[in-house]
């Protein structure tokens, strides 16, 4: 895995990077249109974006977190990495970070509604399909989610 940093996005400037990744992602790699993409719980004071970085801090990472209500589920929404960052541990790293977030905020379980092609690399982390295959943004989709474990979440994860 490359050296980077995961930590929750704080600024402007660090929201305007994960949209940036997550726009190359899904806009441009997978034709999801901008306004479907870029919704109304990005602006939601309660949605956790979380921005992965580099040393030299390029974003090559991002994702929210829809924290949960009473110790429900929390959702995980947008996971994307930078196509040249995929199959090098970042996205697990990434997955691992907002379980830890999830966990921290109390919350007993993590959801995620994940493309049928990313359905096994949730499963190796531990998820499990529930339900029938949904079109979302012109793409099938499966809803997942996995028991949490209580942990501490860190503010920002280093890893080398």
Do not use: N, W
Request: charged share 30%.
């Amino acid at each position: 895995m490359p050296d980077v940093t995961i930590r929750r996005a704080v600024s402007a400037a660090d929201l305007e990077a994960a949209f940036a990744v997550r726009r190359q992602v899904f806009v441009l790699e997978q034709g999801v249109p901008e306004d479907v993409e870029i919704d109304e719980l990005d602006r939601d004071p309660q949605t956790v974006h979380v921005l992965v970085h580099d040393a030299r801090h390029a974003a090559l990472g991002a994702a929210r977190l829809r924290p949960c209500r009473s110790g429900g589920a929390a959702k995980i929404q947008r996971v994307a990495v930078l196509a040249m960052h995929r199959k090098t541990g970042l996205g697990r790293a990434l997955m691992e970070f907002l379980e830890r977030a999830a966990a921290e905020g109390e919350c007993g379980e993590a959801v995620l509604d994940a493309q049928i092609q990313a359905q096994a690399f949730y499963e190796r982390l531990g998820y499990e399909a529930h339900g029938e295959r949904f079109v979302e943004a012109g793409i099938d989709h499966i809803a997942m989610r996995k028991r949490l474990t209580s942990g501490d979440a860190p503010s920002a994860v280093s890893a080398p």
